[in-house]
C-alpha cells in the first residue's frame, strides 16, 4: 500500500484559496474512494469532502460552496480547491484512500 503525499499547504489571509494536491501511485486509485479531512489543534479529525470512482462528491457544511474536491485519474491525484477561506479553516489536512490509506497532511493556515 503506498502512501498518499499531499502538497499545497501554506498561509493564506482570509478569503483567499488554495489548491491541495494528493499522489499516489497505487494501482487502485481509479477504483477508490478518495477523501479529504482534516484536525485543527485540540480538535478531532473531521471530514472535509469525499469523491467517489464515479465522481460524486460529499462535504461538510461547514465547506459547502467554498471548498471543491476533484480527481484527474490519469495522474493518480486527488485535489481540494478552498475558496473563501476562513481562519477557523486552519487545520492540518489529510489525504485518504479508501478511509484506510492516510497521508502525513499538509497545514492550511488562515490568518491575516
Known amino acids: 500500500q503506498v502512501q498518499p503525499v499531499e502538497s499545497g499547504g501554506g498561509l493564506v489571509q482570509p478569503g483567499g484559496s488554495l489548491r491541495l494536491s494528493c499522489a499516489t501511485s497505487?494501482?487502485?486509485?481509479?477504483?477508490?474512494?478518495m477523501g479529504w479531512y482534516r484536525q485543527a489543534p485540540g480538535k478531532q479529525r473531521e471530514l472535509v469532502a469525499l469523491i467517489t470512482s464515479g465522481g460524486s462528491t460529499t462535504y461538510a457544511d461547514s465547506v459547502k460552496g467554498r471548498f471543491t474536491i476533484s480527481r484527474d485519474n490519469a495522474k493518480n491525484t486527488v485535489y481540494l480547491q478552498m475558496n473563501s477561506l476562513k481562519p477557523e479553516d486552519t487545520a492540518v489536512y489529510y489525504c485518504?484512500?479508501?478511509?484506510?490509506?492516510w497521508g502525513n497532511g499538509t497545514l492550511v493556515t488562515v490568518s491575516s
Open positions: 497505487g494501482r487502485l486509485f481509479s477504483f477508490s474512494v
Open positions: 485518504t484512500q479508501g478511509l484506510n490509506i
